[in-house]
């Protein structure tokens, strides 16, 4: 079962914005805190969260310059990029904030110079 479609990424030049998109499904979304990854390096990292009252939490190296939100009558997490760097480049995930369910296929965002 799918979870998560994530979609939006793309390439971009430093300064540029892109806007990512989640669906989520419903009995998931309605149930959890939900939240935005990166993965490049073989690394995973979280981005930024959402809470399910719409508390929201930045990793010092985005804030200021992304914005994560949550459409609930459609199940639907966003991050809204702005200012990117190269260092922002990679695979963006969304998942919950807690006990991760299987993943889902990404969406790539690639910076460059």
């Known amino acids: 079962q799918v979870h998560f479609v994530e979609s939006g990424g793309g390439s971009v030049q430093p300064g540029g914005s892109l806007r990512l998109s989640c669906v989520v499904s419903e009995s998931i979304f309605r149930t959890n805190d939900m939240a935005w990854y990166r993965h490049s390096n073989n690394q995973r990292v979280l981005v930024a969260s959402v809470?399910?009252?719409?508390?929201?939490y930045y990793e010092d190296f985005v804030k200021g310059r992304f914005t994560i939100s949550r459409d609930n009558d459609n199940n639907i997490v966003t991050l809204q990029m702005n200012s990117l760097k190269i260092g922002d480049g990679g695979v963006y995930y969304c998942?919950?904030?807690?006990?991760?369910?299987?993943w889902g296929q990404g969406t790539e965002v690639t910076v460059y110079s």
């Open positions: 809470t399910q009252r719409n508390r929201t």
């Open positions: 998942n919950v904030l807690t006990t991760l369910f299987p």
